[in-house]
């Protein structure tokens, strides 16, 4: 429950008002179970000495299959992209018809596609948080400077992290 906790009053003014919680919000488990998410407000009443019930259901959706494949923009900038590519579709495929070749030989891009974004890109979003890590460390140490200590190729991969962030 959220908001005021007591759900009646009295109407009566000053000391000999009394509040109570005499409304309650009941569920048994099957409904627990399909709307995990139930939050519930005592809303206030100017009309009556019970307080009205706002109930938000926040169904939970399972998740069917893998995620939809999404094409990175940033993959182009790559030297290895266009390999990458062409490996999966000159590949050979004895099919029925020219559309389950190309069905057959997009399927396969797709998987390698994944597959090389998770091992060249893998996190972006980790990557920049342990660069941000690395640099607060340094700059706590204040043994030397950090701009004076930081190697070129630590500042080139950050922009290049981001810069392919800022692609997606």
């Not at 891009?109 to 342990?130: P, S, T, Y």
């Not at 640099?135 to 950050?158: A, C, E, G, T, Y």
Request: a positive charge; proline letters at 2%.
């Amino acid at each position: 429950m959220e908001g005021k906790h007591l759900s009646w009053c009295n109407g009566h003014q000053g000391l000999a008002r009394s509040w109570a919680k005499l409304d309650r919000v009941l569920a048994n488990n099957m409904f627990v179970s399909k709307f995990g998410g139930v939050v519930a407000w005592f809303l206030n009443s100017r009309t009556s000495d019970h307080s009205l019930i706002l109930f938000q259901l926040v169904m939970k959706f399972k998740r069917y299959g893998p995620a939809s494949f999404r094409f990175q923009n940033m993959w182009t900038s790559h030297d290895d992209f266009l390999s990458t590519v062409m490996r999966p579709w000159d590949e050979n495929i004895v099919a029925e018809s020219g559309l389950h070749v190309l069905a057959r030989k997009l399927i396969r891009l797709k998987v390698a596609l994944c597959v090389w974004n998770k091992e060249v890109f893998g996190q972006v979003d980790g990557h920049i948080r342990a660069l941000e890590e690395r640099v607060k460390v340094l700059d706590r140490s204040n043994k030397i400077s950090l701009i004076q200590w930081m190697p070129n190729w630590f500042l080139l991969k950050q922009n290049l992290i981001l810069g392919s962030k800022e692609k997606r």
